[in-house]
């Protein structure tokens, strides 16, 4: 594993005493952020810690170097669980020390694995200054690929668990394929679950999707929708019309790689 002795002690209102190891100066996002900054997408964050209470369960797919999860390990406490997918080696060894770290082994359940829509081998392109960006399709820039395994979430679920309070999705663009492979164990569940995931029309086009199936195939589970402002620190609801509409105005400029984060399912009250 490589640098072991970089510690981030993260500075997050309510889930206290978490530290984690980051990537050295080649990841200029994520790791830099939280070198200096001790927290990454601050209200993203918050809503986490105000979403989780002892005893929930977590999943987090596309967890890189396992900043949610150990959070939600914190705030799930030890009757709670946390299921993580990372298939970046770099990353995902990263993460493993820092459930030792934390002493987060029974809590939390890393498979350095990808999630989509079926089991079967694949590669991922690495981004070369973004530790965060990588992704399981080639894009239009030429990107060196390591060899990974795709893991279809409702098979490797099943069995393991029977609720997810929380689900969080940030996969780069292969979000659709991720719910797709994700969506028969959800109708299961009970229906108070909350997805936490980003919403790139851009990406999701050059993984063979689009927004509006995504935002489609969202509202199979009949939950309300909300977009997460992060300059205003606020839930703004949004019918799923209207962000499958806003994801075809992206989709005609050409090259428009406009994202935003949503959250599918109950808000919170102020």
């Not at 309510?14 to 900054?37: F, K």
């Not at 797919?61 to 939600?72: D, E, K, Q, R, T």
């Not at 689009?210 to 606020?234: F, K, Y």
């Amino acid at each position: 594993m490589e640098d072991t002795q970089a510690i981030v002690n993260l500075q997050v209102s309510g889930a206290a005493d978490v530290s984690l190891y980051v990537h050295d100066e080649r990841d200029q996002v994520i790791s830099q952020t939280l070198r200096t900054a001790r927290v990454w997408e601050p209200y993203e964050t918050s809503l986490l810690v105000r979403m989780l209470t002892p005893g929930d369960t977590f999943v987090d797919v596309g967890a890189n170097i396992g900043y949610f999860s150990l959070l939600a390990a914190r705030c799930v406490g030890a009757g709670g669980q946390v299921f993580a997918f990372e298939p970046d080696p770099d990353n995902a060894a990263l993460f493993r020390a820092s459930i030792v770290l934390n002493g987060f082994e029974q809590r939390i359940d890393l498979a350095e694995a990808g999630l989509s829509d079926s089991a079967q081998r694949g590669a991922l392109y690495l981004s070369a200054d973004n530790l965060g960006d990588h992704q399981i399709y080639a894009g239009a820039e030429a990107r060196p690929s390591v060899p990974i395994e795709l893991l279809r979430g409702s098979d490797y679920l099943q069995g393991k668990l029977n609720r997810i309070d929380l689900l969080k999705i940030d996969t780069q663009g292969s979000e659709f394929q991720v719910v797709n492979g994700l969506l028969p164990l959800l109708q299961r569940l009970p229906p108070a679950l909350r997805i936490m995931l980003e919403l790139t029309p851009y990406s999701l086009r050059q993984a063979g999707a689009s927004g509006r199936e995504l935002i489609e195939l969202l509202g199979v589970l009949q939950q309300p929708m909300w977009i997460i402002d992060h300059i205003e620190h606020r839930l703004v609801s949004c019918p799923a019309e209207e962000l499958a509409r806003w994801c075809d105005n992206v989709d005609a400029i050409e090259g428009d790689q406009g994202f935003m984060n949503i959250l599918v399912g109950p808000g919170l009250s102020d």
